[in-house]
């Protein structure tokens, strides 16, 4: 287990990639926290934390928590974020705001609550799920690719900063992730080139693990 006796903070993680994350997480070993926005039902070996992440305060609250339970957080495992379609001329700045607050903020407020403690300890794993229209965009969502390119530069921003303390921050940019919502609203899609969520926990638990301890800064591809 390569994961065994980690303590490890995954936020957003009753979503529907969160529900492969969470228990791989654990059957490597980990010792998880899980945030949700309501509380939820999770396995007895998952702690929930009720929690709104693009609230600072709430964030740091949830890093304490977790803090005065074990002692140390080694690993940070960022699931939280949205989609929303639409060309950039045809974005109303409400929308333009909740992508970035999304996917960006919560990062951002997510990492700078646990990079002192990693300091610290000279030690740490800070992941963020991007995506891969981040590098490759398409036409017609264009609030959430800025989102997600900016949550990328974020990560390589973090890497640069935070590296030579021990800590490595990492992002992987799937595909379209085969959920069954995404099924449900793109019923003709070619899957075959989505990504799957067993893929992308696969992954994140190898990049959270010692193995994973001179890659910082990546940015790494899940799906065709």
């Known amino acids: 287990m390569k994961l065994k006796d980690k303590v490890m903070l995954i936020t957003g993680g009753s979503g529907a990639l969160g529900q492969t994350v969470v228990p791989t997480f654990t059957a490597e070993g980990a010792q998880v926290f899980m945030t949700a926005r309501q509380t939820e039902v999770a396995p007895p070996e998952v702690s929930v934390i009720q929690a709104n992440v693009t609230d600072e305060t709430e964030v740091q609250q949830v890093v304490t928590e977790v803090l005065s339970k074990t002692g140390r957080i080694d690993g940070l495992i960022n699931l939280v974020g949205a989609f929303a379609s639409g060309p950039a001329t045809d974005t109303s700045l409400s929308v333009w705001e909740r992508m970035l607050t999304l996917n960006v903020t919560t990062a951002f407020l997510l990492s700078k609550a646990v ?4 300091r610290a300890r000279g030690a740490g794993r800070i992941l963020h799920v991007a995506a891969w229209a981040a590098v490759a965009p ?17 990560v390589r921003v973090l890497a640069v900063e935070l590296g030579e303390s021990g800590i490595t921050i990492n992002a992987v940019l799937p595909t379209t992730i085969d959920t069954p919502s995404n099924r449900a609203n793109m019923p003709h899609a070619d899957r075959s080139t989505w990504a799957s969520p067993e ?24 799906g065709r």
């Open 138 to 154: 398409f036409p017609g969502a264009a609030a959430y690719i800025v989102a997600k390119s900016s949550l990328l530069t974020l």
């Open 115 to 118: 990079a002192p403690h990693m």
């Open 199 to 222: 893929s992308i926990a696969a992954t994140l638990s190898f990049l959270a693990s010692d193995g994973a301890c001179q890659i910082n800064g990546a940015a790494i591809p899940i």
